[in-house]
Nanobody, 123 residues
Framework: VQLVESGGGLVQAGGSLRLSCAAS????????MGWFRQAPGKEREVVAAIGRVAGNTYYTDSMRYRFTISRDNTKNTVSLQMNSLKPEDTAVYYC?????????????????WGQGTQVTVSS
């Protein structure tokens, strides 16, 4: 499975960005998909995840009402809509895929990773 992220960039605080992840090599309908992020000097952390079961999602509490994860199995893509961005959201954002049925929140739940896309939020 190959994953390619896009949509990162520089945005002012309060702004929005939409990240996309295009998968190839396998249908994402057979995969749980997640978005993680890693800021300099910090560990990689989960942002949101979406399982294979319809309506099954996971969000880190601080992002639950600002970010929305979605998947389009017909296009083999997963997206992350990010609203009300804050400077502390600045990080490299990674798309991940794994074989779980339900959304996983741990790095170890995922077997495949993209190269990441930089998101920078200015104050």
């Amino acid at each position: 499975v190959q994953l390619v992220e896009s949509g990162g960039g520089l945005v002012q605080a309060g702004g929005s960005l939409r990240l996309s992840c295009a998968a190839s090599g396998r249908s994402i309908s057979t995969l749980t998909m997640g978005w993680f992020r890693q800021a300099p000097g910090k560990e990689r952390e989960v942002v949101a995840a979406i399982g294979r079961v319809a309506g099954n999602t996971y969000y880190t509490d601080s992002m639950r009402y600002r970010f929305t994860i979605s998947r389009d199995n017909t296009k083999n893509t997963v997206s992350l809509q990010m609203n009300s961005l804050k400077p502390e959201d600045t990080a490299v954002y990674y798309c991940a895929a794994g074989g779980r049925l339900t959304a996983g929140s741990r790095v170890d739940d995922y077997n495949y990773w993209g190269q990441g896309t930089q998101v920078t939020v200015s104050s």
